[in-house]
């Protein structure tokens, strides 16, 4: 089964902002069971989105604003192709860091 995402999440200053730096966790990860087809994250106003990881294998944008702002929006569009695996979820990455 195909599903269409469509999310955003707005963010209000009670002052605004001249900079902005955002980790964002928007982005599904494959696994058995569930597949990305496509996928992509907007913002408003525009900034800079460099992809990373975090420590445990997630897939996440750092987001870079460097132009003046009273406010922020983020969405995160795309299609997931999900399967049925009577609930197990099998093929996630375990990395998990030395300190944990």
């Known amino acids: 089964m195909r599903i269409a995402i469509d999310h955003t ?3 209000t200053y009670a002052a605004s902002a001249s900079y902005g730096i955002v980790m964002l ?3 599904p990860a494959p696994y058995q069971g569930l597949a990305v087809v496509e996928w992509q994250i907007r913002t408003e ?3 800079r989105l ?3 990881r975090d420590g445990f294998g ?3 944008h750092l987001l870079t604003i460097t132009t003046p ?6 969405t995160a569009t795309g299609i997931v192709e999900v399967t049925d695996t ?3 979820v099998k093929g996630l990455p375990e990395s998990v860091p030395l300190r944990v």
Do not use: I
Not at 69 to 74: C, K, S, T
């Open 9 to 11: 999440t707005r963010y």
């Open 25 to 27: 966790r928007m982005t």
């Open 45 to 47: 106003p525009e900034g």
């Open 50 to 52: 460099l992809p990373t």
């Open 58 to 60: 997630n897939a996440t």
């Open 69 to 74: 702002h009273d406010d922020l929006e983020v």
């Open 86 to 88: 009577a609930g197990v």
